[in-house]
């Protein structure tokens, strides 16, 4: 039996499906399963996230993909750019499926459908649709690195900040938000995590103080200790978001595309984050508050699970079964 997974990145698509889909991938090896990550990317991309798992592929291709599944292969597909047409034939040509939505964004039907994100909770999904669904803190898709005790101390005073606005920050936020919280406090120490694919890493890095590290292209084991040791995160609200809730970190996400909005209203509107739209400096203030962040971390609490969707996905691929979760 085998393990493949569709998926993009990107300047445009962004890195947040890569990511969560090599947490799969890594999960898989070192279970000893066999898995090959075909993934579409542009030059930036290929030159980031270079693995032995992965291949470039332009895996939509009907002449390419159907050379790639078998009926001895269960495909994931993490994409915003397939529709269910697309889906369709994919699900002909192997033993089984799981499509990764974030947002009940096709009519699927005859699918399992798994929303790895805390928010799947509040979507509607059809019930008559003959879909599997999957949803919710127990099938989140972090990498392996990503756990938690459910626990964090929250300090009187903020010392220590991270921000990062995910593998391109296509819209330029970083810098802005330096400036914004140097303005609140000019005593903190930031931790700014990059990628190589940033195209103004010069005005980034000329905000920063001697106390402020850029760090570049870190690695998950990397991240996660920067979560663990912040007292709060600036993040994009993609896959990051995911992270720093596992990671019990307060935070205040920044909507960047119009696809993570849903995610940031229902979190910031029940509590389990700030949101900050446009310039919104007070959002950073509020973040300030010890009050604030053991708020939030209690309410972080409520979404902790030893749960999770790779685990889910190896049982489906190598074990026929889905470890009664």
Known sequence: MKLAIFSEAGFNYGYGHFYRMSGICEHAIREGGDVIFYLMADKAAKTNLTRDYVRFVEWKDPDVFKGLLDSETTLVVDSYHVDI????????????MVVIDDNNRLDYH???????????????????????????KDYTLLRDEFTSNGQKEIKETVTDILITMGGTDP???????????????????LHVVCTKAYQNLNFIQAELNEKDRLYLNIGASEMCDLMKCCDFAVASAGQTTNELIKMMCPAVLVAVVDNQMINT???????????????????????????????????????????????FIYELAFRGGDNGQ
Do not use: W
């Not at 047409?85 to 089984?96: A, N």
């Open 171 to 189: 819209m330029g936020r970083t810098a802005s938000i330096i400036r914004m919280i140097r303005e609140l406090s000019k005593e903190v120490r």
């Open 110 to 136: 005859d699918m399992k459908i798994l929303n790895p994100n805390y928010f799947a909770i509040c979507l509607e999904y059809p019930q008559d649709r003959n879909n599997e669904l999957f949803l919710g």
């Open 265 to 311: 209203k229902y979190l910031s509107d029940n509590g389990y984050i700030e949101a900050m739209y446009e310039d919104d400096r007070d959002a950073l203030a509020r973040m300030f508050s010890y009050d604030k962040r053991k708020i939030i971390l209690e309410k972080l609490q409520t979404f902790y699970s030893m749960k999770s969707g790779k685990d």
């Open 85 to 96: 047409k697309d889906l369709e034939q994919f699900q002909k040509h192997v033993r089984d």
